[in-house]
């Protein structure tokens, strides 16, 4: 078993096979090659009898492990959102893990509470957010979207629905556009609501909620009987990144007097800038909102940023006081475990206090700027060969496309080019890009969102994507 | 902001500051000396219009934020139950992050699916589980019950709670010990079955949960049309680690057809000790089962390894396809993403291969029944001094107790002593104990179970009881 001292002379190599690894990412195939039960079948069925050494586990850590990660700190990984590191987040990563505080409380870590305190502020300030908004920094949207749908729903219940159940309440409405995120859905179920009474409003030809279609969903559910809750606004879906038009929708909220969430989970980060805070114009008619530092933000996963309008609200709905967890200092600061869901927190404020501090706002804006540029020539690349289709219209940065040569009519078979061309693609090991569908055509994601992705990075994926077409068939 | 090479070096330095860290920890205040605010007011307003060096970043962690830690890694921490580190654990941890890969299915790293198949197999091998149970790594036990009671929900409605939700169904009933932990209350309240329906089933005279009452409970449930749907047995409670006798409350589930989940979050660590394997005796009519290796077994928090039965009523409770999501490798492999709640998920496996490999199951062993012993003997000296009072059952590494002079017999009296004596034991900075509240009388709560507590750690921590109470006074 390691001693301290053994500690301090793996860690150090550690870090040296950290750093290698950090530079020579680029050169390892993006997403995994292994085959399903390969790493598996490689870890015995059971536990050692005696400790083994750190040098065994790390060879295989190296041997079996790494050929089955998908690397996604690869400057080369375009897929899905980005689930950004940086050197800074790194670092307060590896300080969290060393101090190794449970953040339930006050208490247990004054400084993990204040800190945080003091990101969402940051963070609040940095996107614009009005000053009433306060929050907490939660694991996953996936989390912070439950935690606004129960809010909503024990608001909507006068705080009865955590007391009673919702056996013969009403029959509540979740509203979200048909491009809304899965968690909405999971959310809606975990909260008894029922997926049936989420209503997926439809979407413009830029793929934005529909605000009148919210307002007639609204006025027909009223007319049956149901009890509109929640309307959930995406900023940034995830199929396409499409930006639903906020200001109209939170007028329909105010009126109907119904709570407006907004999952701003990936764009979120895009508020830094100056030029994208028109996302927000409406913001003052929203109830609460979730954007992901680890996303587009350079932090380590998990770190989500959950806000809310009414505070008293939220801990209404989640406080919870057992006597072991009784302290004097209650009431005079944020015991964040009634801010949430789980009991158990992370001390996830340190790293983005690393990354914020070490990027400066000038150093997260100037890197986002150049993603959206080479999104940007990217796009236009698209456009401009005859072969290839923009399949929705360039938001921030993520380009959807595919490939279209002018003989290929059929739908089918277009689809069919592009499943192979993605499948192709994710084999070279070179770059690593994931799917959509968009009006049930098959879409290709390119996000030029990774931490350390440069321009060259971006024009050899459009060569490969070019050369791989000339070989791609149906 | 840093770059490669500037990272590389300031890893390395960052490293001899952790190494320090864990070895001087001992000698730091336990729990943090700061008033409320006093960090707040130390971090400005808002992030750095430009980038700062990490030089300034971490002498401000060390003068700001380090001052506001309570060390759990400290050897002198008893307080509530550990959240254990390992030097293991670390290392493994500092790979995580490094990796930053976001591991909701297969395809986004195959390894991490595949290493938590296996690290999920070798617990329910270390603990003597059912070699039907199957699960996944969670974040936290809150996140598990809720797992489970949402399952056993699902399950109950046929599969309809999901898709109709809660409104018009049975009202369900849950059952745990007035001992449970504050997280079924939470998870019954989040899930829509309402606090009023959960049902604090009676203990007996050891806090255990009495299944004669049980019995009754839910028969006069079901007299009054109520459905009863989950039992929560635990497993070492919070307050006294008390041990609910699962034989029993298994078979009433199983007459009753009722989903019997088990919290052992702390006390499950145990049953890698044979003579504790009688814990889990009715363990054939569990359906799911929670223990968080990073309570006390040496695995940074968050990990917690949840179990289930019936893999398919989980899957059918969880599982949401988007397209976005949808790989080839589909039903072949496990996507993690539909084992739980939340859709993003950490690389949490490797740390636990760590600390599990570099400990053996002998070392693990060994270190368990260290403690064990050490707490053994606490409660023996707190026996034989006659102003001391045990206030439980001693079992595993816990001791509840008071201080009881002979001369004072107001039960006020005595509360207010052991407050005091609470506060000034912690306010030496020399340990921290947390208390709870046994039949309605303050008490000291001892755990023993700190990855590297030593005798000498519990030694001086009964000195200092010993003199701290010489001084204290109502």
Redesign the interface.
């Known amino acids: 078993?390691?001693?301290?001292k053994?500690?301090?002379k793996?860690?150090?190599e550690?870090?040296?096979w950290?750093?290698d690894?950090?530079?020579d990412v680029e050169n390892l195939p993006v997403?995994?090659m292994?085959k399903?039960?390969?790493?598996?079948q490689q870890?015995p069925?059971?536990?050692?009898?005696?400790?083994?050494?750190?040098q065994?586990?790390m060879r295989d850590?190296q041997q079996?492990?790494?050929?089955?990660?998908?690397?996604?700190?690869s400057p080369n990984f375009f897929a899905?959102f980005p689930?950004?590191?940086?050197?800074?987040?790194?670092?307060g990563?590896?300080?969290t893990?060393?101090?190794?505080?449970?953040c339930m409380i006050?208490?247990?870590?004054?400084?993990?509470a204040?800190?945080e305190?003091?990101m969402i502020?940051?963070l609040r300030?940095?996107l614009g957010l009005p000053e009433q908004f306060t929050g907490a920094i939660q694991?996953?949207?996936?989390?912070a979207t439950?935690t606004a749908i129960?809010t909503a729903?024990e608001q909507a219940t006068h705080y009865s629905?955590?007391?009673?159940?919702?056996?013969?309440?009403?029959?509540?409405r979740i509203y979200c556009s048909e491009e809304a995120?899965?968690?909405v859905?999971?959310a809606v179920?975990?909260?008894?609501?029922?997926?049936?009474?989420m209503v997926k409003v439809a979407v413009d030809d830029a793929f934005r909620m529909n605000p009148e279609a919210l307002s007639v969903n609204i006025a027909k559910d009223r007319e049956h009987g149901f009890t509109p809750l929640c309307v959930v606004a995406t900023l940034g879906t995830?199929?396409v990144t499409a930006i639903d038009p906020l200001a109209a929708i939170g007028e329909v909220c105010k009126q109907q007097n119904i709570w407006l969430h907004v999952d701003a989970a990936f764009a979120g980060t895009a508020l830094v800038l100056p030029e994208f805070r028109w996302m927000i114009a409406g913001i003052e008619n929203v109830d609460s909102f979730v954007m992901n530092p680890?996303k587009w933000m350079f932090t380590?996963?998990?770190c989500s940023a959950y806000f809310v309008r009414d505070k008293e609200a939220l801990l209404r709905t989640?406080a919870?006081?057992?006597?072991?967890?009784?302290t004097?200092?209650r009431g005079?600061?944020n015991d964040y475990r009634d801010w949430g869901?789980?009991?158990?927190r992370?001390f996830r404020a340190?790293k983005l206090?690393?990354v914020?501090?070490?990027?400066?706002?000038?150093?997260i804006r100037e890197r986002l700027r150049n993603h959206i540029a080479l999104a940007d020539e990217f796009a236009r690349r698209i456009e401009q060969q005859p072969d290839f289709e923009m399949m929705a219209p360039r938001h921030l940065s993520l380009v959807c496309f595919r490939y279209h040569p002018e003989h290929i009519t059929n739908e089918d078979e277009i689809n069919k080019l592009n499943t192979n061309l993605l499948?192709k693609l994710n084999a070279t090991g070179r770059v690593y890009l994931?799917?959509?569908?968009v009006g049930g055509k098959y879409t290709l994601?390119v996000v030029v969102g990774q931490t350390y992705v440069k321009k060259q990075h971006v024009d050899a994926a459009w060569d490969l994507i070019l050369q791989t077409c000339l070989a791609v068939t149906v």
């Open positions: 078993m390691l001693n301290h053994d500690f301090r793996h860690a150090h550690l870090v040296d950290m750093a690894y950090l530079q997403k995994s292994v399903p039960g390969e790493i598996y870890i069925a059971k536990a050692p009898g005696t400790g083994e050494s750190m065994q586990i850590f079996i492990i790494l050929p089955g990660i998908t690397h996604w700190q899905y689930a950004n590191s940086s050197y800074a987040s790194l670092l990563e590896m300080l893990a060393t101090l190794g505080a449970q006050w208490d247990t870590s004054p400084a993990a204040e800190l305190e003091r502020e940051w300030n940095l694991d996953t949207a996936s989390t439950l129960l729903r629905s955590n007391l009673t159940g919702l056996q013969n309440t009403k029959t509540f995120h899965s968690s859905e999971k179920a975990i909260a008894g609501i029922g997926r049936e009474n995830t199929g680890h380590n996963f998990d989640f919870i006081l057992p006597e072991y967890l009784k004097e200092s005079s600061v869901i789980q009991l158990g992370r340190l206090w690393f914020l501090r070490n990027f400066g706002i000038d150093g499948k994931t799917h959509t569908k994601r």
